[in-house]
């Protein structure tokens, strides 16, 4: 069975870039075929798929996104990262890591997802 565990910073500041990591056990990232997203969830709003990197590592960004999210990997320790730039008060959310096979992904009785991190853009 697929585990994921989200990791990184709590508290980011302004303008700064918020930087996650997943970790993945009981399974490879690199199985096809299948997708590793990150989706999040502000304060009384609905899960927002950011984007994803695939079991062959091409990368996938929703486009209200794009411009500031980077996803890459590292397939020797199963991890993948989300890279947001230039943050704001508004990118404050539960933050989660997921892998199913299909995209976008923003159900979470689909796939496997990890619990979710709070990260807070605050100075």
């Known amino acids: 069975q697929v585990q994921l565990q989200e990791s990184g910073p709590g508290l980011v500041k302004p303008s700064q870039t918020l930087s996650l990591t997943c970790t993945v056990s009981?399974?490879?990232?690199?199985?096809?075929?299948?997708?590793w997203s990150w989706i999040r969830q502000s304060p009384g709003k609905g899960l927002e798929w950011m984007g994803a990197?695939?079991?062959?590592?091409?990368?996938y960004y929703a486009p209200s996104l794009k411009s500031r999210t980077s996803i890459s990997r590292d397939t020797s320790k199963s991890q993948f990262t989300l890279q947001l730039t230039s943050v704001t008060p508004e990118d404050t959310a539960v933050y989660y890591c997921?892998?199913?096979?299909?995209?976008?992904?923003?159900?979470?009785?689909?796939?496997?997802w990890g619990q979710g991190t709070q990260v807070t853009v605050s100075s």
């Open positions: 997921a892998g199913a096979k299909q995209l976008p992904l923003v159900d979470r009785s689909v796939g496997a």
């Open positions: 990197i695939s079991s062959s590592g091409s990368t």
């Open positions: 009981g399974g490879s990232i690199t199985t096809a075929p299948y997708f």
